[in-house]
């Protein structure tokens, strides 16, 4: 009966795969075929006025720091630990009109917001906009206020406006003044409502589609790593009625990268995006970066084991439409 049991279950698991493995084939569609049936889908963003919806955006910025070996006994004045912060931003936006580039203007709202930030494994700041209420939180102020931004089909955000009044407001305000300002600077809103498309000469949709981008990060006293992104169109799937692009994305190390001469840097930089090329509407984009540097010194006793310090910078970028 056990024997029979067993058989049953296996039976139905590859059942249940062959089922989804057909499934998916289904709703896989050749590019080929979807270009020649609609030569107007674009890798682009479609956007018309009166358009409106929901994100909701996360990022993380991290750094660890380890040592281990007979230093370790000696570093009295060793800081270690985690050190970093993490976001989490729902947004409302508006299309409000259309230009004469073709480029969106839009309004952003804020919504919700939460602030967490560490300082070697020590909670500096745990900010929730939905139970911290206090007027004299400039985090608090921001809620509930607008910018407007102006969009290309290729999704760079080339201009950032009306955010004067939110500046004066939290300008009054000295409780977290500083971090509320940096969240609506010209170089945050940019980066957060920014998406990583090909330019507008190259979005034809065609099979194994790549386009790419180089970006830099500043680890301090580590130096900085430039990166070339490289997008690639995966497939395209059928989902509720829409076609859905999935693109996947890998980072290559540059040569403009600096880094101090005695560390081993080992990079781990990925990504992923899906679009819905019906609608000309981003559903999600997601990238994450792991840059961990390995440095190793030799022990003044010889005959003793080395000491290695290990650091470990982290960025998350994850950004998903909810409504």
Not at 33 to 39: G, I, Q
Not at 84 to 97: A, H, P, Q, R, T
Not at 264 to 276: F, I
Not at 311 to 318: I, N, P, S, Y
Request: net charge negative; hydrophobic share 35%.
């Amino acid at each position: 009966m056990r024997q029979y049991k067993l058989n049953y279950f296996a039976a139905a698991g590859i059942l249940s795969l062959i089922l989804f493995i057909s499934g998916c084939a289904e709703n896989t569609i050749e590019v080929e075929k979807l270009v020649k049936s609609n030569p107007d889908v674009k890798l682009s963003l479609t956007k018309v006025a009166g358009q409106s919806g929901s994100f909701r955006l996360k990022t993380l910025s991290q750094r660890k720091v380890s040592i281990e070996g007979p230093a370790k006994e000696n570093a009295l004045n060793f800081e270690g630990g985690q050190t970093g912060n993490k976001i989490e931003m729902v947004f409302d936006y508006l299309v409000e009109s259309i230009n004469d580039q073709g480029n969106a203007i839009e309004k952003i709202i804020i919504k919700e917001l939460k602030y967490y930030s560490e300082v070697r494994n020590e909670a500096a700041l745990n900010f929730d906009s939905s139970k911290d209420k206090n007027p004299n939180d400039a985090l608090s102020a921001l809620i509930g206020y607008s910018y407007t931004i102006e969009v290309t089909s290729s999704g760079k955000v080339v201009n950032v406006t009306n955010t004067d009044e939110i500046l004066s407001e939290i300008k009054r305000i000295p409780s977290n003044n500083e971090i509320a300002t940096g969240l609506i600077s010209e170089s945050s809103i940019k980066s957060r409502h920014s998406v990583p498309l090909p330019d507008a000469n190259d979005n034809d949709l065609k099979s194994d589609n790549t386009w790419s981008e180089v970006v830099s990060f500043n680890f301090d006293r580590m130096g900085s790593s430039s990166f070339e992104k490289i997008y690639k169109l995966e497939k395209v799937k059928k989902t509720g009625g829409n076609l859905n692009a999935a693109i996947s994305m890998i980072a290559i190390p540059s040569a403009a990268s600096s880094t101090p001469s005695i560390a081993d840097v080992r990079p781990t930089y990925t990504g992923s995006m899906e679009l819905d090329l019906t609608a000309g509407a981003l559903i999600k984009y997601q990238e994450n970066l792991v840059n961990e540097w390995v440095m190793v010194f030799p022990n003044q006793d010889q005959q003793g084991p080395p000491s290695v310090m290990n650091m470990t910078a982290t960025r998350l970028f994850d950004i998903e439409k909810i409504k």
